[in-house]
């Protein structure tokens, strides 16, 4: 037991320093090629740095699932329960504060509020990523902290802020983490993500291998690569982070529609600022400096003339 704790142990730090080598030997070639004006790797000193360091951190995480011990049936109940969070103990402020919420089973819940109101870190916070400091998260009434987090991530799709795309092709990024890739299910993804046009354009269309060492894609088409993605899990809560922030207003009004259409039977929770991902939510709430300030349909805070009335007014002055 104890020697094999210690070969793990030798062997992780082995394949850590042999990663460290790498990088620095990549480094050095970087740097060359920069001051040879040639180089053409999006990857910087910095950031592979920093992704050696992540890995070490990933490598000394405890397993998250120790501390749960109930599985995850059907989602009925996603509840938030006077939730308040920090991301640094020794700050004062709260970047979530108290806020209690019920998210609709099989509904669309908008989140809306301005830049840096928490509308991110909320999400994170309802996918385990953090822990609040206050307050409970209940889904089918457990506590958060005591399900298997892998199954209750399992049954969410997500597209984050930060969402990435691998050095693969289209086909192989839409199916991610599954074991068999159906490609009938990878276009079925793709259409209701309004990508498919695009991807019917590329060299090898679904076999185009795109990433750091194939494709670039626009924002916009990375971003519906990534909706793409999530739909193909087929989860029964999809959540999208400003997932149609780079596309244009045609292009993100087809995929609310497709949404609307295909994905009735969909937990959705969206963060958005345009008002036509919004409009037809059934709950939109608003969020400011952490606080759940509004709470209601489109028409209904409308009527209340508060914060989201001044965001829409706003927004249709500006266009
Ligand atoms: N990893 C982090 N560490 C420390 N502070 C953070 C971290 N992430 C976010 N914050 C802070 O928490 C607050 C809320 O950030 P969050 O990203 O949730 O806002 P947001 O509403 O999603 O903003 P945006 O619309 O710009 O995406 C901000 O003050 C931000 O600076
Ligand atoms: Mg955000």
Same mark, same amino acid.
């Given at each position: 037991?104890?020697?094999?704790?210690?070969?793990?142990?030798?062997?992780?730090?082995?394949?850590?320093?042999?990663?460290?080598?790498?990088?620095?030997? *990549?480094?050095? *070639?970087?740097?060359?090629?920069?001051?040879?004006?040639?180089?053409?790797?999006?990857?910087?000193?910095?950031?592979?740095?920093?992704?050696?360091?992540?890995?070490?951190?990933?490598?000394?995480?405890?397993d998250?699932?120790?501390?749960?011990?109930?599985?995850?049936?059907?989602?009925?109940?996603?509840?938030l329960?006077?939730?308040?969070?920090?991301?640094?103990?020794?700050?004062?402020?709260?970047?979530?504060?108290?806020?209690?919420?019920n998210?609709?089973?099989?509904?669309?819940?908008?989140?809306?509020?301005?830049?840096?109101?928490?509308?991110?870190?909320?999400?994170?916070?309802?996918?385990?990523?953090?822990?609040?400091?206050?307050? @409970?998260?209940?889904? =089918?009434?457990?506590?958060?902290?005591?399900?298997?987090?892998?199954?209750?991530?399992?049954?969410?799709?997500?597209?984050?802020?930060?969402?990435?795309?691998?050095?693969?092709?289209?086909?192989?990024?839409?199916?991610?983490?599954?074991?068999?890739?159906?490609?009938?299910?990878?276009?079925?993804?793709?259409?209701?993500?309004?990508?498919?046009?695009?991807?019917?354009?590329?060299?090898?269309?679904? =076999?185009t291998?795109?990433?750091n060492?194939?494709?670039?894609?626009?924002?916009?088409?990375?971003?519906?690569?990534?909706?793409?993605?999530?739909?193909?899990?087929?989860?029964?809560?999809?959540?999208?982070?400003?997932?149609?922030?780079?596309?244009?207003?045609?292009?993100?009004? @087809?995929?609310?529609?497709?949404?609307?259409?295909?994905?009735?039977?969909?937990?959705?929770?969206?963060?958005?600022?345009?008002?036509?991902?919004?409009?037809?939510?059934?709950?939109?709430?608003?969020?400011?400096?952490?606080?759940m300030?509004?709470?209601?349909?489109?028409?209904?805070?409308?009527?209340?003339?508060?914060?989201?009335?001044?965001?829409?007014?706003?927004?249709?002055?500006?266009?």
């Open positions: 037991m104890l020697l094999e704790l210690v070969s793990n142990i030798f062997i992780r730090d082995s394949i850590l320093e042999i990663l460290k080598r790498i990088g620095n030997a *990549y480094s050095k *070639y970087y740097e060359i090629k920069t001051n040879e004006k040639l180089c053409i790797f999006p990857l910087t000193k910095d950031v592979f740095k920093k992704s050696l360091d992540r890995l070490s951190e990933i490598q000394n995480k405890e998250e699932n120790l501390n749960g011990n109930v599985g995850v049936d059907i989602i009925k109940q996603i509840c329960n006077s939730i308040s969070f920090k991301y640094f103990q020794s700050s004062s402020k709260f970047v979530i504060n108290n806020i209690s919420l998210i609709p089973i099989n509904k669309t819940t908008a989140i809306v509020g301005q830049s840096g109101s928490g509308k991110t870190t909320l999400i994170k916070i309802l996918l385990g990523f953090y822990t609040p400091q206050k307050g @409970n998260i209940y889904i =089918n009434g457990y506590n958060l902290e005591s399900l298997f987090i892998d199954q209750w991530r399992d049954k969410c799709g997500s597209v984050l802020q930060d969402g990435f795309i691998f050095s693969s092709t289209v086909a192989e990024n839409i199916a991610l983490g599954t074991k068999r890739l159906d490609i009938d299910r990878v276009k079925y993804a793709s259409k209701i993500a309004c990508a498919d046009e695009f991807i019917s354009l590329l060299p090898n269309k679904y =076999n291998r795109i990433g060492t194939g494709i670039q894609l626009s924002g916009g088409q990375k971003q519906r690569l990534l909706i793409a993605r999530a739909i193909y899990k087929d989860p029964e809560v999809l959540i999208f982070d400003e997932a149609t922030s780079h596309l244009d207003t045609e292009n993100e009004k @087809n995929i609310m529609l497709n949404f609307e259409k295909y994905l009735k039977n969909k937990t959705i929770i969206v963060i958005a600022h345009r008002l036509s991902t919004v409009v037809n939510a059934d709950k939109i709430i608003y969020l400011d400096k952490g606080q300030t509004e709470e209601g349909t489109h028409s209904s805070l409308l009527r209340k003339k508060g914060s989201y009335y001044n965001l829409i007014k706003n927004q249709l002055q500006n266009n």
